[in-house]
């Protein structure tokens, strides 16, 4: 049984989220460090089967107008489970006072974030990275 937690109620340890990285080919770069002072921040939720990390997702807000949906990731050998839908509902519960709630995904995945009540837009995403 696969039991969805915020960082605050059950601690993710910052190595499993690296595999769980790791999983989807993402951020290579990540360390540790990194990885446990963003958990630090924010409201970050954890799928946990027993002591396994299976699912992740995590926002950046302001607690108030604004919070970004990032890293939502679901363990290869886990999806098609409803593990992201419920990480997403349960997201969304969090976020329920906030204004705007924004994610960028890419155009394959806007019909699974169109099930969590979210809509493209005609912005562009512009990044500046270090
Ligand atoms: C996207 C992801 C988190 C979905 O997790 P999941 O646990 O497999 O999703 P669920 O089983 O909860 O599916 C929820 C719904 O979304 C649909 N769905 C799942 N993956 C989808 C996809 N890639 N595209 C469109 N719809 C999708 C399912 O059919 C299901 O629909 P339903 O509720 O009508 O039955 C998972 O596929 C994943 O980790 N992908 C790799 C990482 C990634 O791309 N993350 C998103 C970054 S923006």
Redesign the pocket.
Known sequence: MVVIKLHTEKPIPPLQVIRLYQD?DWWPARSKDGVRKLLGHGVVLGAWEDKQLV?FCRAVSDGVYRAYVED???LGT?????????LMDRMMRELNQIEVVS???SG??S??YE?SGFKPTGQVVMHRSK
Do not use: E, S
Request: with cysteine; aromatic share 10%; hydrophobic share 40%.
């Open positions: 989807v699912g939502v990731v679901v886990h999806r098609g489970r409803g593990i992201g839908r419920q994610l960028f995904c394959k995945l019909a699974y099930g």
